[in-house]
């Protein structure tokens, strides 16, 4: 639906009584029962073919108007939750981390970075950081249902038992060594970088690493038959840089890149694809520290 003010001139409209009368012009898509109900609501207005909208007469017709559609929308909202409430009886979730609320669901998993990605894409879900779950409202019930076999399954991956047992069947295994190996690599924050093609100093850019803030560039040479396995295509002209995690202020002052990174390129500026999630994690990063803090 859409409202806007009468004038004195409408462009594509020709004149008529209405554009030197005061009031506003709604139009919405042609549904026989809104137009009864707006008929009911507005008695007074007129259909103006030349607009193809409705104009309402009066000093005060736009906020009238505005009441009226958000009385709609609030009706809408609360079909949709009806609707979505039928649904989850004809057909429920029947899973330990979905628990029903009165104006929806709330949801409880371990974390996992899946999860979080597929509750984003629910419509009006949203976070709650003081109980640890998830709420989405009874409207979003068929698209949660729809992501529901991944969230399940990635929540069942990440149960403490779960992780436990797939840690033991891994240890001593050539896979466990070579984690291990990457995960001291990476603590390191080192990063071999093209001597010819350095990054800003002090500035968020991309690695494979993710985003990350390059403090220094120490001019040591990387020795490929140490890192090859960390880094491939490293060579002899590679210099180490040293690296951090940037902060949640460096990431909102980062105005993004335009174009995407050219191919195989060993960093570059982060575009706002990039910038968001990494945003989010900040933001999250820093909201744990504030309530750690004494």
Do not use: C
Request: glycine share 4%.
């Amino acid at each position: 639906m859409a409202e806007t003010k009468s004038s004195t001139g409408h462009d594509e409209a020709p004149p008529s009584e209405d554009a030197a009368k005061p009031g506003a012009d709604i139009s919405f898509p042609y549904d026989r029962m809104t137009v009864e109900q707006f008929r009911r609501r507005f008695p007074r207005a007129r259909w103006n073919d030349a607009r193809k909208a409705w104009f309402v007469p009066g000093r005060t017709a736009s906020r009238r108007i505005g009441r009226w559609l958000a009385e709609m929308e609030a009706e809408a909202d609360a079909h949709a939750d009806a609707k979505g409430r039928d649904a989850f009886a004809f057909d429920p979730i029947d899973s330990p981390y979905l628990e029903l609320g009165k104006a929806g669901f709330r949801i409880r998993t371990p974390y996992s970075k899946t999860v979080v990605d597929e509750l984003r894409e629910v419509p009006f879900s949203r976070w709650d950081g003081d109980l640890k779950i998830w709420h989405v409202p009874f409207r979003s019930y068929e698209e949660l249902r729809r992501r529901w076999p991944e969230i399940e399954a990635a929540a069942r991956r990440n149960e403490p038992e779960e992780r436990r047992r797939r840690a033991e069947e891994r240890k001593g295994t050539e896979q466990d060594v070579r984690s291990k190996l990457r995960s001291a690599e990476r603590k390191r924050h080192r990063y071999p970088l093209q001597s010819d093609d350095l990054p800003p100093i002090g500035r968020p850019v991309v690695t494979a690493y993710g985003i990350v803030v390059f403090s220094e560039i120490s001019g040591e040479l990387v020795d490929p038959n140490v890192v090859t396995d960390f880094y491939p295509g490293v060579t002899e002209d590679h210099v180490w840089g040293y690296w951090r995690v940037p902060t949640l202020e460096e990431l909102v002052r980062t105005w993004p890149a335009k174009m995407p990174p050219v191919q195989d390129a060993e960093w570059w500026l982060p575009t706002i694809e990039e910038l968001r999630p990494a945003r989010r994690t900040a933001r999250s990063r820093e909201a744990r520290k504030r309530a750690r803090a004494p």
